[in-house]
């Protein structure tokens, strides 16, 4: 399975929205700088679009490398995203 989001530039890692979180942000994909820890990404993302972690995040899941993780909990570091990565936020999504 190839992504169709650009290759991050050096030094960064890929970071792709679906459904709402892409409404959210306004953007498919964006690259933020490797490493960071897994647990600091949230934090990250709010400070680049405010309010997602609540409207977002709290409820998402989350891949890396298309491999889905669970978000290390408040001042957990959990594992470290390299360069070229690839993490994925995926809201829950209804259906009727």
Known sequence: MTSSAPKPPRGHFSVLYFASAGSFTGRDSESLP???P???LFSELELRHPGI???ILDSCLVTVN???VDVPGE???GPVIQEADEVAIIP???SG
């Open 34 to 36: 490797a490493p960071l």
């Open 38 to 40: 897994l647990g600091k």
């Open 53 to 55: 972690q609540a409207k």
């Open 66 to 68: 298309l491999d889905y």
């Open 75 to 77: 001042g957990e570091e």
């Open 92 to 94: 829950p999504v209804s």
